[in-house]
């Protein structure tokens, strides 16, 4: 009896551990023959508040972006101010743990300082003040990380949905040649830093064709890009697979790496009748908009599972022309999608719930690897 008991036990003690180790299968180590599998981290992680969310981090991912504090309202508030506190923290961070680090991102429309297109008397700069702003903002921050930082954001989100320009004060005052001085200035303080240009909705058609635009403009004049990030704010429904091969492909032909830089699946019904990431954007709640306050059901995670499953063979198939997929954030909890466009509402984007235990959708896409 006392030998029978001694072996029951001991089985009952071997199930936590099969269990955590099922749970222990590392994305990293699924894809590490096929590309980088990133995640974006917020001020918290970068500061490691949590020692749960940096295991996971360090365990699971070897490419960090940083959600918000390397962009221009937070690393350089003021004309002669820098802040490199929290950046230093993210490089040490992916030092510490071989981690490639993307700079995210050097010149965009939004999150801005307020100093950055006015005089000192309030009047809008110039083109020649504008290009000495953007040229000393680059040379710094690039320059400051020298080495240390793998890849650079250089421009984000340059266009509109019909594939034009946006019309944001770089444009105005600057023109198109904003970005190419952007991509110049950024590989001047770098040479050896890969350079992107990073957009979301690139899979639909105009917009795709202005990235392309944008990627031959720059290599006709012999300026270095070395990528294009689509920024993967995706849904249930769309794009469609099809849609998305036709882009990878597409992009590959122009001789940049492809990456998918933000990814996240939202399962809430959109206001739009199209997905964007325009983040100055915002509706009502209702609960019609917010299905899921209490828990995702079943079928819809194992929608979710699926759907991460198709896009991850898909990545598979064209693993030669995709160097990079990183989530935009860790765990559910996290996800800017509870709050965009509408405020308040429970979404479930991500690989990990929110506690941090891993999803049906997380077993897809690691299986899809194996695949």
């Known amino acids: 009896m006392n030998k029978f008991l001694i072996l029951l036990v001991a089985a009952f003690a071997l199930a936590p551990n099969q269990s955590k180790a099922q749970k222990e299968a590392s994305l990293k180590d699924a894809f590490k023959d096929k590309f980088l599998m990133g995640v974006a981290i917020n001020r918290s992680q970068i500061n490691q508040s949590n020692q749960e969310e940096i295991d996971l981090i360090t365990s699971q991912f070897n490419a960090l972006t940083a959600e918000n504090d390397m962009k221009w309202m937070y690393i350089h508030p003021k004309q002669d101010a820098y802040n490199f506190e929290q950046a230093d923290k993210l490089v040490e961070l992916a030092e510490e743990n071989d981690m490639f680090v993307v700079g995210h991102t050097l010149v965009w429309h939004s999150q801005l300082a307020p100093w950055v297109f006015t005089s000192d008397n309030g009047d809008t700069i110039d083109n020649a003040k504008l290009t000495d702003r953007i040229q000393k903002h680059i040379a710094t921050i690039v320059g400051n990380y020298k080495g240390k930082i ?14 034009s320009y946006r019309k944001s004060p770089f444009f105005k005052i600057g023109g198109e040649a904003f970005i190419e001085k952007a991509f110049q200035f950024a590989n001047a303080a770098d040479p050896e830093a890969e350079l992107y240009y990073n957009d979301y909705n690139l899979i639909t058609p105009a917009k795709r064709d202005g990235a392309i635009r944008i990627i031959n403009n720059l290599k006709s004049k012999g300026i270095k890009i070395d990528g294009v990030g689509v920024q993967a704010h ?14 990878i492909e597409m992009y590959a032909e122009t001789g940049v790496k492809v990456m998918f830089t933000e990814l996240d699946i939202s399962v809430l019904p959109s206001p739009w009748n199209s997905p964007t990431a325009d983040i100055s954007a915002r509706f009502e709640n209702n609960p019609t908009m917010n299905p899921y306050p209490n828990g995702l059901p079943d079928s819809v995670q194992t929608q979710l599972a699926k759907r991460y499953e198709e896009i991850f063979k898909l990545f598979n198939k064209h693993s030669d022309k995709i160097s990079r997929v990183t989530f935009w954030g860790l765990h559910d909890g996290l996800s800017w999608k509870n709050n965009f466009p509408i405020r308040g509402r429970t979404d479930y984007t991500l690989l990990f719930d929110r506690e941090m235990k891993p999803k049906k959708a997380f077993d897809a896409v690691i299986n899809s690897a194996k695949d």
Do not use: Y
């Open 234 to 247: 995706w849904s249930l429904e769309g794009p469609s697979i099809e849609e998305i091969e036709t882009a």
């Open 150 to 163: 793998d890849a650079w954001d250089v421009v984000n989100e340059a266009l509109e949905e019909d594939g």
